[in-house]
């Protein structure tokens, strides 16, 4: 599966942004998707997890209550609507795929997006 991650951009603190992580691929409905994020100098971290049928969500607790995973498998999207900003959400983020884990592990993932940059200014 090809993952293309989009809706990054500046926002003022306090404000919403809504990324989008568009699938290649009849069989999108089989892989557990995750988003992570990687700031300025920092490692990877993990954001939020989506099962393969959206029943089930987690999230890390810095973005618990702020941000809400999504996913539409007939469009083979999967969504990750943040409010609430604060500057420390300021990161390149990234969505994964898997066929097999429901991981908040980024090395448990085997299929990455290209990355989408938010800036949130103070």
């Known amino acids: 599966v090809q993952l293309q991650a989009s809706g990054g951009g500046l926002v003022q603190a306090g404000g919403s942004l809504r990324l989008s992580c568009a699938a290649s691929?009849?069989?999108?409905?089989?892989?557990?998707v995750g988003w992570f994020r990687q700031a300025h100098g920092k490692e990877r971290e993990f954001v939020a997890r989506?099962?393969?049928?959206?029943?089930?969500?987690n999230y890390a607790d810095s973005v618990k209550g702020r941000f809400t995973i999504s996913r539409d498998n007939a469009k083979n999207t999967v969504d990750l609507q943040m409010n609430s900003l604060k500057p420390e959400d300021t990161a390149v983020y990234y969505c994964a795929a898997d066929l097999t884990t429901y991981s908040s592990t980024s090395e448990a993932y085997d299929y990455w997006g290209q990355g989408t940059l938010v800036t949130v200014s103070s």
């Open positions: 989506i099962s393969r049928s959206g029943a089930t969500k």
């Open positions: 691929g009849r069989t999108f409905s089989s892989y557990v």
